[in-house]
């Protein structure tokens, strides 16, 4: 089990690390640009890279992450609420 998770976790870091690095090769030439100019928002979502393709297609990706992720943070929070509710057991049956 120990295995698994040290794979999982470091082929998340890895994966995180080209999204940025790439990323940054990429964009690095007019993301500087965007986030200095006193005129503009510092968001890098905000940021105007035009009309691009794939800038368009990263922010649905963030969306759907984002709400892919809810139920992974409501479910042990149900769990918790029921077990400090419910003292022996929960309410659920499982």
Same mark, same amino acid.
């Given at each position: 089990? =120990?295995?698994v998770l040290i794979r999982a976790n470091s082929t998340?870091?890895?994966?995180? /690390? #080209?999204?940025?690095?790439? @990323?940054?090769?990429?964009?690095? =030439? ?13 968001? /890098? #979502?905000?940021?105007?890279? @035009? ?6 297609f990263a922010r649905y990706l963030i969306l759907i ?6 139920? #992974? ?11 400090l509710k419910y003292k022996h057991g929960g309410f659920?049956?499982?």
């Amino acid at each position: 089990m =120990d295995k698994v998770l040290i794979r999982a976790n470091s082929t998340a870091v890895v994966v995180y /690390i #080209l999204v940025g690095v790439t @990323g940054y090769l990429i964009f690095a =030439d007019r993301a500087e640009e965007q986030l200095q100019a006193n005129d503009r928002s510092r968001n /890098i #979502l905000e940021a105007d890279f @035009g009309d691009s393709v794939l800038i368009q297609f990263a922010r649905y990706l963030i969306l759907i992450a984002v709400i892919a992720a809810a139920p #992974l943070a409501i479910l042990p929070a149900k769990h918790a609420y029921e077990s400090l509710k419910y003292k022996h057991g929960g309410f659920s049956t499982k």
